[in-house]
């Protein structure tokens, strides 16, 4: 399955538990052979995608 996550916060900008919970859930769900890719805010660094390891793809840069 291919899996959209939309987050304000994902590792490594966490500000508290829920940032750390949805890594857990993409780490769950990557690990039963999911395809997930994660929407996330860039925190003012100039950046248009980051690749995480597995079938993980990080998009930064959407407005808060």
């Known amino acids: 399955m291919r899996i ?3 987050s304000n916060l994902y590792p490594p ?3 508290g538990g829920y940032e750390i ?3 857990q859930v993409v780490s769950y769900l ?4 999911h395809q997930v890719h994660v929407l996330t805010s ?3 660094q100039a950046s248009s995608e980051e690749t995480i390891t597995r079938t993980l ?3 930064q840069g959407f407005d808060k």
């Open 4 to 6: 959209l996550i939309i």
């Open 13 to 15: 900008h966490v500000l």
């Open 21 to 23: 919970l949805c890594h």
């Open 30 to 33: 990557l690990d039963r052979g």
């Open 42 to 44: 860039d925190h003012g």
């Open 57 to 59: 793809k990080v998009y």
